[in-house]
DNA sequence: AGCAGGATTTTGTGATCACAAAATGACATG
DNA sequence: CATGTCATTTTGTGATCACAAAATCCTGCT
């Protein structure tokens, strides 16, 4: 076997010895890897995704892919056929609108629930992922830009502590993230706007509605209008 | 090995031949009859649940039961704890009131949108769910008005036709379902109070907002009231 | 009796195997 | 050249195995 350069590995392989790390280890490896390339965008919609592919690209064996794989399924970011065959659903209109009415109802909530668990050095990490954002947008770097703007919601998200809404929200991302990744493919990275500011002064100044209403902008405007254009012109 | 009789098997075992029925099949019957087993109440939670027990009471091998752990562990229906070991997560109040909450987020709106799909064949089968849990209410199987209840709603939410908010109130019966079994253990089933009239009236007379408020009052008084009480006096 | 300590069993995990279904490709036929 | 057919390969699924960690039980001591 060639040995080829993964996708989904960012850094050196870890089975350098023989020796089992810990409990589990293996499976949550493999599900930190594919969850952050559906979160970026590294799987298309549509094309489907084999276990012993994933399997020989991540050097491991085929068994914690499969779980890993269900595991996604079951949050509805993967897509398992009648034929066995998993892949990345693809976007329709209708699953579009849905996943926006959830994100519109749930995120601005859990934003409002965090807000009083975010100390000025969260928001000066905000700030520091947005800057980074800005030097992403204009340099093209979709991929880069998906990753940092799924840590700026999420930072402020994890921080309410919450283990109903916050895996919800995790699974509404997991569903749009590859379809949006395609977006940004047609129409660039350049003209994307949110409101990530006005996140920010909102919790600076621990203003609960204007961090409500600059979150519930942030998904309208970035989401909606982009891919209701695309939507369209399917 | 006694073959005992297991609590999850309603009917006679299936492997009677040796012939594969279908493409995953063993699959989802394994998950069926776990999913089917958590929203009556029949997993104690924290009690722990282990991947060859369920195997053998099942007739299956553990592989996929195994997957359909994994799964049910994706949707937060059941805990992989550090160690491995599988167990259906014990309620605290800050959790109940988190599925509460994103209960009355997401089901009237669901119910809003599956309103003009309903119908009135649909509201006759609703009257006569609602029929059966007033019987079952007075006789006191806990069992099965859990299960009534969970066909009434969805019942209403599957006309949706929704493939994203629909599962993520899937996984929200899974979470409370357990521990709601307890609760009706302890104050018995005679005091459930409903609001299925209003919303069957809701139904037939195509009243958007009455549906709404139909649903989130059943939510919040025959969850929240029951829930709360319970809670506080652990 | 209470309890520590070690042997035994149980359990999850990862790997591998066998099999059937599905996808893929080659090839012959119209 | 298009098209249907058949052989080959790939893929998912379920079962089984080996191993280590965890839990459980038993025993012997104070």
Redesign the interface.
């Known amino acids: 076997m060639p040995l080829r350069r993964s996708a989904l590995q960012s850094g050196p392989t870890k089975p350098e010895a023989g020796h089992t790390p810990s409990?589990?280890a293996t499976r949550e490896q493999v599900d930190a890897a594919i969850r952050a390339g559906l979160l970026t965008g590294r799987f298309i919609p549509g094309k489907a995704v084999t276990i012993r592919g994933l399997a020989t690209e991540l050097g491991v064996s085929p068994m914690p892919v499969?779980?890993?794989l269900?595991?996604?399924?079951?949050?509805?970011a993967l897509e398992?056929k009648?034929?066995?065959r998993v892949q990345v659903p693809d976007m329709t209109p209708?699953?579009f609108d849905?996943?926006l009415?959830?994100r519109l109802?749930?995120e601005p909530?859990l934003a409002e629930l965090a807000l009083p668990h975010l100390t000025p050095g969260d928001a000066g990490n905000l700030q520091s992922i947005d800057n980074d954002i800005d030097d992403r947008l204009i340099s093209g770097d979709a991929e880069a830009y998906m990753r940092l703007n799924h840590a700026f919601h999420f930072s402020i998200y994890r921080a309410s502590?919450?283990?109903?809404?916050l895996?919800?929200i995790d699974?509404?991302w997991l569903?749009f993230a590859p379809f949006m990744r395609t977006v940004y493919g047609r129409v660039g990275t350049a003209s994307l706007v949110d409101r990530h500011k006005e996140a920010i002064r909102a919790v600076e100044l621990r203003d609960k509605e204007a961090l409500r209403s600059a979150i519930a902008a942030d998904i309208s405007e970035g989401m909606g209008l982009l891919g209701k254009e695309i939507l369209a012109g399917t």
């Open positions: 409990r589990g499969r779980e890993v269900q595991r996604l399924a079951a949050e509805n398992v009648p034929n066995g209708a699953r849905e996943v009415k959830a109802l749930l909530e502590g919450s283990k109903v809404l895996p919800l699974s509404l569903q």
